[in-house]
């Protein structure tokens, strides 16, 4: 399994904060990049289009006077997220962006684009596709993606259906690129499993809402750290594709979380609430089923510490 030097040399952490819809902006990219792991965040959460200019300069500043100050403790590099959707009409001139600011790595999401790899390419940046079966892998390398983030059951926003093994197993028997692995990844034990089920790296967003850098309402924060895996539902119902939402947002938007009828999927515009009233990710709250181990509200460099002291801790355990 061999990974590019942008993801093997530069990360303390064997971990990718994953963009979250809404919640991730440059605050909580910089603060995961200076922690030692990849900071992502999609192109749709700078609105409107020009803002996004802006925060890819603001990164790449930041970031720039943080590895002058800190040359033997360099920045990890950071991603973009496009949706790549026939609902995002912004998509042509966000690649365009990227291509303008060298982005190190963009993240492709909801379809496989040879138009936004090549365009990534073009500059030497690095594309990750995220899938959630093994058919949908064949097709993202075919299309010339450089790697894989298997979005396995329990993952936050659009999971997949399967188990982190069975979607593990099914691309390694094939595919020896880099390979990321989503779902239920809250603890450094659970980064270190990753990588023993055969993953390069792991990719996770839940864990990061309750920190101070992320957007997310104080009521959206504590609601995670009060919930735990059965507070954790699948539905289809706010976008038109399955995704894992928290309960208690649910019922609060006045829904009923274990009566939620199915959406038909030509409904899906990313955003926009699907076919309910309730907006996704406005009001009914995108979670992961991994919270259980999330119980405070801390920076995102203590959280990284925490984990990068668990890693360390179930590695050694692991090898003594």
Excluded at 116 to 129: M, Q, R, T
Excluded at 174 to 203: E, N, R, V
Excluded at 209 to 225: G, L
Aim: include cysteine; aromatic fraction near 6%.
């Amino acid at each position: 399994m061999s990974l590019p030097p942008i993801l093997k040399d530069r990360l303390r952490l064997p971990l990718i904060g994953s963009p979250m819809f809404i919640l991730s902006g440059p605050e909580l990219v910089i603060a995961q990049c200076k922690a030692g792991i990849v900071g992502a965040f999609p192109s749709l959460n700078a609105r409107p289009i020009e803002q996004l200019d802006d925060w890819l300069v603001q990164i790449k500043e930041e970031l720039a006077a943080y590895d002058a100050a800190n040359p033997d403790a360099p920045s990890a590099p950071f991603a973009v997220n496009q949706i790549v959707h026939r609902s995002n009409a912004r998509l042509e001139e966000d690649v365009a962006l990227c291509v303008k600011h060298q982005v190190p790595i963009v993240i492709t999401s909801l379809g496989a684009r040879p138009e936004v790899f090549e365009a990534a390419h073009s500059y030497g940046g690095i594309c990750l596709h995220d899938i959630i079966n093994n058919r949908f892998a064949h097709k993202a390398i075919e299309k010339g993606a450089d790697g894989l983030i298997a979005v396995a059951a329990g993952a936050g926003g659009h999971a997949g259906p399967y188990s982190p093994f069975a979607l593990i197993q099914e691309i390694r028997d094939w595919f020896d690129g880099p390979l990321l692995l989503s779902g239920s990844i809250s603890t450094g034990d659970a980064i270190l499993a990753a990588l023993a089920m055969g993953a390069d790296l792991a990719y996770a967003g839940s864990l990061f809402i309750a920190t101070k850098e992320a957007r997310a309402q104080q009521e959206y924060k504590q609601m995670v750290v009060d919930s735990s895996a059965a507070d954790i539902v699948n539905s289809s119902l706010f976008t038109g594709i399955h995704g894992n939402y928290l309960a208690p947002s649910i019922r609060a938007a006045g829904l009923d979380p274990d009566n939620l009828p199915e959406a038909d999927p030509s409904s899906m515009n990313f955003g926009s609430g699907g076919s309910s009233d309730a907006k996704a990710w406005r009001d009914i709250w995108g979670c992961g089923q991994g919270i259980g181990a999330i119980h405070d509200l801390p920076s995102t460099a203590e959280l990284v510490a925490r984990l990068s002291e668990q890693f360390a801790t179930a590695k050694a355990r692991i090898c003594a």
